[in-house]
């Protein structure tokens, strides 16, 4: 995490509207500062009356959507090169690339929606998709969908609670992480599948 959770905290009842924005923008493109710890803190604040609902909840989507496309974007023209750098490393070839471009052809809506839904995970989405030339249009339609769902969820929940905002925070915060890995494991295990059992093989008749 790049940034301390009390710093966080601290920075957006300072800032309250612009660092809703920076943190949001910021954790869309690809950093991993934790949404699900600003968006029911943001639901905390909009209770007790210190930040207006709405402006609030077009602060936090606009920010998402456009560090989405931001990271989609970089991605695109960036994420090629990349792949093949540290996976030809590994032994992979671009073969696997263009599994991961079929893949994503294929199921990219729906990885483009649900990933927006996981904590960590929804940070790199962008950047995998566009790395894998995901249809732009439908990039920015699918994952704006699970950007509202996600975050209209949580910051209604933060609301909800109120004080004990903090409880549903802690609950994304631990399983988060083993609900993100085990995504990104199924995704790296589809698209390297028969080099894996390749590998396993070798390993096996050794």
Not at 6 to 17: F, G, N, R
Not at 43 to 68: E, M
Not at 136 to 152: D, E, P, Q, R, T
Not at 166 to 180: C, D, L, P, Q, R
Request: hydrophobic share 55%; aromatic share 20%; proline share 2%.
């Amino acid at each position: 995490m790049i940034f301390g959770v009390d710093q966080i905290l601290a920075l957006i009842e300072s800032q309250s509207y612009l660092a809703l924005f920076v943190l949001m923008f910021l954790e869309s493109v690809i950093l991993p500062i934790p949404s699900e710890v600003v968006l029911p803190f943001t639901g905390f604040l909009i209770a007790i009356g210190k930040i207006n609902p709405y402006f609030a909840f077009i602060d936090v989507i606009a920010a998402s959507i456009l560090g989405s496309i931001v990271g989609f974007l970089l991605g695109y023209f960036l994420g090629i090169d990349l792949f093949l750098k540290y996976t030809k490393k590994l032994g992979f070839k671009g073969l696997e690339y263009e599994k991961g471009m079929k893949w994503i052809k294929r199921y990219g809506d729906y990885f483009a929606f649900f990933t927006k839904l996981l904590p960590a995970v929804r940070s790199i989405a962008g950047i995998i998709c566009g790395a894998f030339k995901m249809d732009i249009k439908k990039f920015i339609a699918y994952s704006s969908f699970g950007v509202l769902i996600w975050s209209g969820f949580l910051v209604y929940t933060g609301y909800y609670l109120s004080n004990n905002w903090e409880s549903i925070a802690n609950i994304f915060e631990k399983i988060g992480v083993y609900v993100a890995a085990l995504f990104v494991l199924f995704f790296l295990f589809y698209i390297f599948r028969k080099r894996i059992y390749v590998i396993f093989k070798k390993i096996a008749h050794k």
